[in-house]
Structure formats: structure tokens, C-alpha cells
């Protein structure tokens, strides 16, 4: 089923399309009215007319053409804006065939394709810290939003796990004996481990010359090398995928993909780079320089591939890794979930591609970047004595200050046991977390304040999920499963009742902004929108004590399909929806 917006959008667009073609409509929500059309004041300005009379005789071509069938009503209002209300048959309608849509109202892609997703990405051997926290939750809402739509999606975690760090990775493992530094890892120390291997590394130059020289083993193929280096790889991935399922992502133990599944593609990257008379040498590196990059003083930026010792660098890893996603995954959009300041060498890394034929025509490359977390003062997020914070120990404070605050809900949630109230506060913390990053536009920093987050008024993510529990406890108190909702939904004759229909008809509509865009926030600000016209609702419109059965049966419909709304939306959000909080 097509969203609102798009159902009324295809009744306008013929009308403008004889005023001039392929001008839009523009129709949008509003809070003045079921809809307005902007797209009278731009086409206005096109034809040298007033806007107000071009608004007007839209309105007298689309009525005529069939839009009194969804509209009670059309003004012209302002300069030249339509205002559009919508009829209680046609309302009614919508809902009833939303209620009965898989898809709630949102529509499928129109063309889809296989997508690869590049998050989370930590380092083997690395502790998992609050600087991965972006790329994990917003990559993860990316492959939920990708997925539902129709798209076929590929998860990769392209963690860092290979290169000269490994060189006193490995020295130490040797040092402290392989039982031990098995233990450290499994336990998820890493922090300590790799600590302890940059000391002896900085402070013992036979450590380093031995770890130089373990470098030199590991990159020709040295079998006892590699059997020590994959004890490190396995023992990371281990701790990995425990934080990330707990953090409840979609990323398993199947998604990673290592740096050095790509280390023996790079040869061949560069040898083709210079076939194609791409590759430049430059102070002894070998580069290519794509158009449109320069330096400071107008030189041109080059994106090198092979330092002047014949290392490879991350760009040839990176042209490696799109190269093999396209060509033998044949992905068609290739989405990375990289931090803001990457956006200049990712540009340049499909800039290359593209010159190389590797990123051909109708194959797409998107860096969704992301902003810092800062801390309640504005800074960067750290810990009192100024150290990263371990993604560990935020989950496990979020869920332990959830579990207070609900607990301090009192008396409601005395009847939570200890068990539930655990699962709950899992939920509810984590979901907090993650709605906290969410809820913001990615592009930009934001406060990680937990008062603000854990709270259950405001754009929250408990907000949200307490007006989920609502639904829950009114089918609970009428004996039956929010899935065997009525569907008949009958005359909206209460405000808070049309609003919440309303809001309820914008769901497809707001997957369709938030895929588009890449832009979780803007799902996030529907549900928040669609969580406060429910509490009006459940405030001012009884439902198991409505006047008439009539009345009861159509608040059930809509609470039911509220419910199922909120659910599948927390869902695309990578959060729980708890029946009881």
C-alpha cells in the first residue's frame, strides 16, 4: 500500500503536469491540516503567475480529477499553500488496509538490489570502546530499514586484522605463553593486552626488532606465524560477538570480514591501477590522483596505493574490498558507516574506482557519516580519568540505571518480578542508548547525557516503548492478543482520535524518508510523533469503556494497529518493545 503522502501525491501530479511538466507537488504532513501542497508557490514562480491563483485553479483541476475521493475538503491558504482534509471514509479505508499490509503502509523498493553494508569495524586485538558505538547502531538500523523495504542485504564487519601492530601482538602472546594470553582475550581484556605489547614494543628494542621481524614472518605466509596470529583474530571475533549481542545488532560471527581477506587482492589492485595508466609515482609512493581533490595550496591531492617501501596502504585495501563487493558479490550499492572526517578519503576511493571501471554505471558507493558522542559537558565522551570508554561497561550501566529508574516507578511496577524487571531494564537501557544516537541527525555531535536518554517524557526511546506497553495493557485487560484486533475502523469523532489516524496513515512514509536519506532520525521523529498523539488519545478516548460497542470496537483498531506500528517501528530501530515496563 502506497504511504498518505504518496496516495495524494499521484492525484496532484497529473494537474501539474499539465501546468508544466514534471513540476512536483510537494505534499507533506502539517499541523494545520491532514496535508499541504507546497508545490503551487514554485510553480508560480515558473509561469509569472500569483501564486494564490495558481493554487486555486490546482485545486478546481484535482477536485475535478478525482480528489474530492480521498478529501473532505481543499483551501488555499498563506501565499499559496493547499491545505487538504481528509474525508472519514477514505481515513477509514486507508487504515483498514494498512491493518491488513504486511508492510503496514510502506512500499517495497521499486528496484531492488543487493546492498552491502560496511560497519562496526573494530581492531582484532582492541578493546571495543564508545567510538564504535555510531557505525554499530546506525549501521545496524541501515540493514533493518534496507532489509524491510525489499532489498537484499549483505552485513560486513570489517574489522582491522592485519598489518605491522600484529608484529608485537604476536612477540607478547609468545612472551606470556599462549594459555594466558588465550585467557586475557576471552575474558575480553584487550585493552591490557595490547597496552602491555606498545610498552615493550616502545620501552625494549629487541622486543621491537623481534617484532619487526615477526612482521616480515607474518606477511610471507610463515605457518607458525599464522597459527599465532589467528589465535589473536579468533579470540578478538569471540569478544566481538558477545558485545554485539548483547548491544542486540544483527551482526554475527558469519559477517566478519577481516582486512586480510583483502591482503591478497592488492597486488592485483595496483597491477591493474598501472595497466589502465591510472598509477603515478610520487616521492618514491605510487599514486593516483582523481579530479576534484586538491591540497591547501591547490596541488593536486594524490590517493596513494603503495608506500615508497612497497607496503600497501588502507586505500588499496579499500579499493580491494569495493572492487570484491561489486564484482564478486555483486552488490549494486555499497553503504559505509564511516565517521565524518573519512568523507575526503572515501570520496577518493570511489573517485579511483570509478576511473578504474571497478564502481561501474548504475553501481552505487555511499559514505553515511556520522558525528562525534560528547559528553554531558560538550567534550569528547570519556571517562573521569579522561580514558575511552569501554562498550562493555556502557551497556552494562545502561541497563543497570534502567533497572533503577523502572524499578523507581512505583507502585505500577512492584508487580515486575525480579526476573522481568531484568529483561525489561535490558530493553529499556540499551534501547535508551540506541534511540539516544538515533533520534539525532548523523551528521551531527550529541550529548550523551543518561537523565535525558533514561527519561519517559520526551523524544525518547522509554517514551516510546511505554506507549507500546499502554497498548499492550488495554488488550491485556480485554482478554485478547493485540494481534486479533478489530479492522474496522469506524467515524473518528474526536480530535485526538483523527490525529492519532493521521499519524498512524505517515508510517510508510517515514520508512520511505528515513531509506532515502540514509536518515534514521527522521523515523525516530515519526514514532515520537505517533507515541504523543497516542498518549492525547488513550488520555481522552476510553477505549474499553467507550459509549458504544461501535466506538470500542474502532479505538480497539486503532490502539491494536498503533501497537503493531510502534512495535515494527522500535524494531527498524534494532529496539525491543516490551509488553509490560
Not at 483 to 498: D, K, N, Q, T, W
Not at 550 to 573: E, I, Q
Request: glycine share 10%; aromatic share 8%.
Amino acid at each position: 500500500m502506497p504511504g498518505l503522502t504518496a496516495i495524494v501525491n499521484a492525484l496532484l501530479v497529473p494537474v501539474f503536469d499539465r501546468l508544466q511538466p514534471g513540476a512536483s507537488p510537494g505534499v507533506r504532513t502539517s499541523e494545520r491540516a491532514d496535508l499541504q501542497v507546497d508545490g503551487a508557490l514554485a510553480l508560480a514562480r515558473s509561469l509569472h503567475r500569483a501564486p494564490r491563483e495558481v493554487a486555486e485553479e490546482i485545486a478546481r483541476q484535482a477536485w475535478a480529477d478525482g480528489l474530492e475521493q480521498v478529501c473532505l475538503s481543499v483551501e488555499v491558504a498563506g501565499p499559496g499553500f493547499l491545505n487538504l482534509t481528509l474525508s472519514d471514509q477514505f481515513v477509514a479505508h486507508a487504515l483498514g488496509a494498512m491493518a491488513t499490509d504486511d508492510m503496514l503502509g510502506a512500499e517495497r523498493a521499486a528496484r531492488p538490489v543487493k546492498v552491502v553494508v560496511d560497519y562496526a569495524s573494530p581492531n582484532a586485538a582492541k578493546q571495543m570502546h564508545v567510538g564504535h558505538l555510531r557505525s554499530t547502531i546506525i549501521g545496524d538500523c541501515l540493514v533493518r530499514l534496507l532489509g524491510f523495504v525489499g532489498h537484499q542485504v549483505v552485513r560486513e564487519n570489517h574489522i582491522g586484522d592485519w598489518g605491522t601492530p600484529f608484529g608485537m601482538l604476536i612477540e607478547h602472546l609468545v612472551d606470556i605463553g599462549e594459555d594466558k594470553a588465550a585467557h586475557e582475550l576471552a575474558v575480553g581484556d584487550l585493552e591490557l593486552f595490547y597496552q602491555q605489547a606498545r610498552s615493550a614494543y616502545d620501552s625494549d628494542p629487541a622486543f621491537a626488532d623481534r617484532a619487526r621481524a615477526r612482521v616480515v614472518l607474518l606477511q610471507s605466509k610463515d605457518p607458525e606465524t599464522l597459527r599465532l596470529w589467528r589465535l589473536l583474530v579468533d579470540q578478538s571475533v569471540a569478544y566481538f560477538d558477545r558485545e554485539l549481542r548483547r548491544l542486540g545488532t544483527c551482526l554475527t560471527r558469519d559477517d566478519v570480514v577481516g582486512e586480510s581477506s583483502y591482503e591478497p587482492l592488492l597486488p592485483k589492485v595496483v597491477e591493474d591501477l598501472e595497466a589502465l595508466g591510472l598509477l603515478v609515482e610520487s616521492e618514491g609512493a605510487r599514486c593516483v590522483f582523481p579530479p576534484g581533490y586538491s591540497k591547501r595550496d591547490g596541488q593536486p591531492l594524490p590517493l596513494i596505493v603503495q608506500k615508497s617501501d612497497g607496503g600497501y596502504t588502507y586505500a588499496a585495501t579499500d579499493l580491494a574490498a569495493l572492487r570484491d563487493r561489486v564484482e564478486r558479490l555483486g552488490a549494486g550499492l555499497v553503504v559505509y558507516v564511516v565517521g565524518l572526517p573519512q568523507a575526503q578519503h572515501l570520496g577518493m576511493v570511489f573517485a579511483v574506482a570509478r576511473m578504474a571501471g571497478w564502481l561501474p554505471e548504475g553501481t552505487e558507493a555511499v559514505h553515511v557519516g556520522f558525528g562525534n558522542v560528547l559528553g554531558p559537558d560538550g567534550k569528547m565522551f570519556q571517562t573521569r580519568q579522561g580514558g575511552t570508554i569501554k562498550l562493555a561497561d556502557l551497556i552494562d550501566e545502561a541497563v543497570e540505571r534502567a533497572a533503577a529508574v523502572i524499578a523507581g516507578r512505583s507502585p505500577g511496577q512492584e508487580r515486575l518480578g525480579a526476573d522481568e524487571l531484568g529483561e525489561v531494564a535490558r530493553a529499556v537501557g540499551i534501547g535508551a542508548v540506541k534511540y539516544a544516537d538515533l533520534s539525532t541527525d548523523r551528521s551531527r555531535d550529541y550529548r550523551f547525557d543518561w537523565g535525558r536518554m533514561l527519561a519517559f517524557d520526551g523524544n525518547t526511546g522509554p517514551y516510546i516503548q511505554y506507549a507500546h506497553a499502554r497498548v499492550c495493557s488495554i488488550f491485556q485487560r480485554a482478554g485478547q492478543e493485540m494481534a486479533g484486533a478489530p479492522v474496522a475502523f469506524g467515524p473518528l469523532s474526536e480530535p485526538e482520535e483523527r490525529l492519532l489516524a493521521r499519524r498512524l496513515l505517515g508510517f510508510g512514509d517515514a520508512v520511505a524518508a528515513a531509506v532515502d536519506a540514509y536518515a534514521p532520525h527522521k523515523l525516530c521523529g515519526y514514532l515520537f510523533g505517533l507515541a504523543s498523539a497516542f498518549t492525547d488519545f488513550y488520555e481522552h478516548c476510553p477505549v474499553l469503556r467507550a459509549p458504544d460497542e461501535a466506538t470500542r470496537a474502532s479505538r480497539l483498531a486503532l490502539s491494536g494497529l498503533c501497537g503493531r506500528v510502534l512495535a515494527k517501528g522500535l524494531d527498524l530501530l534494532g529496539i525491543e518493545a516490551p509488553r509490560r515496563m
